[in-house]
């Protein structure tokens, strides 16, 4: 008999790979050149030629025993520094090794996060829209999720929300930017507002209140958009990163955790961290892709390939009658629904072999998500099924 945590998580389980599942069944039926799946966050652009070249030269010129081995649970020093030392040259922070763990990707790095922080009962807010896991994450620590709503002129955080929801229970707050589902990159002032209400809130309870900066998309920015790094805004933040969409690499789960030392109480913090990457059974993150991440740091994965897709397809569906926020980041575009309810449009979208994952999926209903993560052909050949949904809908073109 499976356990009842594991039941409800059953229950829940997330829509976006379900969808992903039908889609290979769709391809299997129509053909894949004739299913155009929406869906998966999956990168589109193979990873960097360097990614490869890297992997020959540690094989071929590092111990095996070092390379294949264990070590300590954060990880290679080595690493950790380069990382550390590439962070300070790129926003002018003060890190060293010691203030990097190394983490099973970003998914990873939240759960030992999460293990060092929470106890149950403890509240983790979210801002609405927001990447589903986080809830199976939360519910692993028995912790409660509390969404905040946002902004829906800019799908940016409803400050006022925010801090009418904080309590004296609050122990972290997730922020995503550039952020998935919505592609929206947070403006400076809105970062400031919610450092300002952290820190008043902090003395308010008297408690530590951990801003948690997931950062998975951080390279990926357009229009002038530029990197940001959140420890600037408030001491307490700790950043979770991950090379699975800046390298191409989701499959071989790399990615590292900051801990700074102005976070309160910091040294046991990073200790907490360490020892969850133990007890949760990662023991630590893969260790040939760890020497890779650290070879390859300076590599960028190709923005201007999915800038190209964003630019197409976001043209094509604001001329064809949808109403779409222009992406500033990541490589997903937020739509309005045409039918108020989201996933009956789902629903029909499918008719025309089209995949979208409903904005239920990310707790905000009336919107739906398309990953553009995609081939271009695969935009192209879409626009003309996107085309016949839109009449269905009885959409006016530009
Ligand atoms: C916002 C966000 N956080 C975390 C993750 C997990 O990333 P990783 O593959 O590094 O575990 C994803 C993956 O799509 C994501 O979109």
Not at 138 to 166: G, R, W
Not at 208 to 217: A, R
Not at 326 to 341: I, N, Q, T
Not at 369 to 397: D, M, W
Request: hydrophobic share 40%; glycine share 6%.
């Amino acid at each position: 008999m499976v356990s009842q945590k594991i039941k409800t998580a059953l229950a829940g389980s997330s829509v976006i790979r379900a969808m992903f599942t039908e889609g290979k069944e769709m391809a299997k039926k129509y053909g894949a050149e004739n299913v155009y799946d929406f869906s998966l966050g999956n990168p589109a652009t193979p990873a960097p030629e360097a990614v490869k070249e890297s992997i020959k030269k540690i094989l071929d010129e590092k111990d095996p025993m070092y390379i294949h081995g264990y070590m300590d649970n954060s990880g290679y020093e080595e690493v950790r520094e380069k990382i550390a030392q590439n962070l300070n040259k790129r926003f002018g922070t003060h890190f060293h090794f010691h203030n990097i763990i190394m983490t099973v990707g970003a998914a990873g790095g939240l759960n030992i996060v999460f293990k060092a922080i929470l106890d149950p009962g403890d509240e983790v807010m979210v801002f609405a829209p927001y990447f589903g896991e986080y809830r199976s994450y939360a519910a692993n620590f028995d912790a409660k999720i509390v969404e905040v709503n946002p902004d829906t002129a800019t799908f940016e955080p409803d400050l006022a929300d925010f801090e009418a929801k904080i309590t004296a229970k609050t122990k972290a707050v997730i922020i995503n930017t550039p952020n998935n589902p919505t592609g929206v990159v947070y403006k400076d002032k809105t970062l400031k507002g919610i450092a300002e209400i952290l820190k008043q809130k902090q003395v308010e309870y008297h408690t530590d209140i951990y801003l948690i900066s997931d950062e998975p998309y951080r390279e990926l920015v357009y229009d002038g958009n530029k990197e940001n790094f959140l420890t600037k805004y408030y001491e307490n933040t700790i950043v979770g990163y991950s090379f699975s969409k800046s390298l191409s690499l989701p499959g071989e789960r790399i990615g590292y955790v900051v801990v700074p030392e102005e976070a309160s109480d910091s040294d046991m913090l990073i200790s907490g961290i360490n020892v969850a990457n133990r007890t949760l059974g990662f023991v630590n993150a893969p260790s040939l892709m760890q020497l890779v991440a650290a070879e390859c740091i300076e590599e960028k994965t190709d923005v201007a390939y999915y800038d190209a897709n964003r630019t197409l397809l976001y043209q094509s569906l604001e001329q064809l009658g949808f109403c779409c926020f222009k992406p500033e980041g990541a490589f997903y575009l937020w739509m309005k629904s045409p039918d108020e309810d989201e996933s009956r449009f789902v629903e029909q979208a499918k008719k025309y072999h089209l995949i979208l994952v409903p904005g239920s999926a990310f707790a905000w209903k009336g919107y739906v998500r398309i990953a553009y993560c995609v081939s271009k052909e695969t935009i192209e050949h879409s626009i003309p099924a996107f085309r016949k949904l839109a009449e269905e809908y009885r959409l006016t073109g530009k």
